[in-house]
């Protein structure tokens, strides 16, 4: 089986930036789960929004 990444990946990787993706990763590991909410609540709106 091969996986293929499409164009889709490249643009949400330059879309968040490393900035957001190391800001994300240090409230993951100073909160754990307890930021999960706002993972739903940012999931769903994008999918109202978009």
């Given at each position: 089986?091969?996986?293929?990444?499409?164009?889709?990946?490249?643009?949400a990787?330059a879309?968040?930036?490393?900035?957001?993706?190391?800001?994300?990763?240090?409230?993951?590991?100073n909160?754990?789960?307890?930021?999960?909410?706002?993972?739903?609540?940012?999931?769903?709106?994008?999918?109202?929004?978009?």
């Amino acid at each position: 089986m091969k996986l293929t990444i499409g164009p889709g990946a490249l643009v949400a990787a330059a879309f968040i930036g490393p900035g957001t993706v190391t800001a994300c990763t240090m409230a993951g590991a100073n909160f754990g789960f307890g930021l999960l909410w706002a993972l739903v609540f940012a999931s769903v709106a994008t999918i109202i929004l978009q």
